[in-house]
């Protein structure tokens, strides 16, 4: 029902660089900045990138992200073992008049 | 240490009511605007509602709009979820969420706290 889409899963061994995708709509993501969270299973999300493509201090730069248009993606490159969680891409809804989110999509490093 | 801690989460029955607390530190909880987010395994991070720094404005999801109330006290650092009418739906997990900016729209939630569990069921 998320009015954001990310496929539910993505994969990558230690070393490699992984990429995920949040699909949404001109009353979201193609008027909007989108902002990224990470959370580690039964731990609170954290904020993982905000305003699009921009880092908060503590965040490694192996993460980073882009917007185009209605779509925005995050990339993790040198993946490792603690980048295993579950990323949601978020942004303002014009039409809604509130935030969204996507649906998630689970990182397993092998 | 920038910290949210919510509280008073439990099991209710359907049509009853909880309220939700959050307390945040090591920041000025008075120079930002606050959210409820909830999380479940079907319906994963849903914004619930905000409220801006000063109480002068607040918003709500749909599914909130008329049987939750937010507020806050920032003599008491501290944010409130009324919740009534609960339906069964609405069991998940509760997280309070601090906005980087005073207002409640557009911008985004760079502290979380760590949450606090409604199930709702007879």
């Known amino acids: 029902q998320s009015v954001l889409t990310q496929p539910p899963s993505a994969s990558g061994t230690p070393g490699q660089r992984v990429t995920m995708s949040c699909s949404g709509s001109?009353?979201?993501?193609?008027?909007?900045?989108v902002n990224w969270y990470q959370q580690v299973p039964g731990k609170a999300p954290k904020l993982l990138i905000y305003?699009?493509?921009k880092r908060p201090l503590e965040v490694p730069d192996r993460f980073s992200a882009s917007k185009s248009d209605t779509s925005a993606s995050l990339a993790i490159s040198g993946l490792q073992s603690e980048d295993e969680a579950d990323y949601y891409c978020?942004?303002?809804?014009?039409?809604?008049?509130?935030?969204?989110f996507g649906t998630g999509t689970k990182v397993t490093v092998l | 240490e920038l910290q949210l801690v919510e509280s008073g989460g439990g099991a209710v029955q359907p049509g009853g009511s909880l309220r939700l607390s959050c307390v945040g530190s090591?920041?000025?909880?008075?120079?930002?605007?606050m959210h409820w987010v909830r999380q479940t395994p079907e319906k994963g991070l849903e914004w619930v509602s905000g409220?801006?720094?000063?109480?002068?404005?607040?918003g709500y999801a749909d599914f909130a709009q008329g049987r939750f109330t937010i507020s806050r006290d920032n003599a008491r650092n501290a944010l409130y979820l009324q919740l009534n009418s609960l339906r069964p739906e609405d069991s998940a997990i509760y997280f309070c969420?601090?906005?980087?900016?005073?207002?409640?729209?557009?911008?985004?939630?760079?502290?979380w706290g760590r949450g606090t569990p409604v199930t709702v069921s007879s």
């Open positions: 001109s009353s979201n993501i193609g008027g909007n900045a």
């Open positions: 969420a601090k906005d980087f900016s005073r207002g409640w729209v557009f911008w985004y939630f760079d502290l």
């Open positions: 090591g920041f000025a909880f008075d120079d930002h605007a």
């Open positions: 978020a942004t303002w809804d014009d039409s809604l008049n509130g935030h969204v």
């Open positions: 305003t699009n493509d």
């Open positions: 409220i801006n720094y000063d109480d002068a404005s607040r």
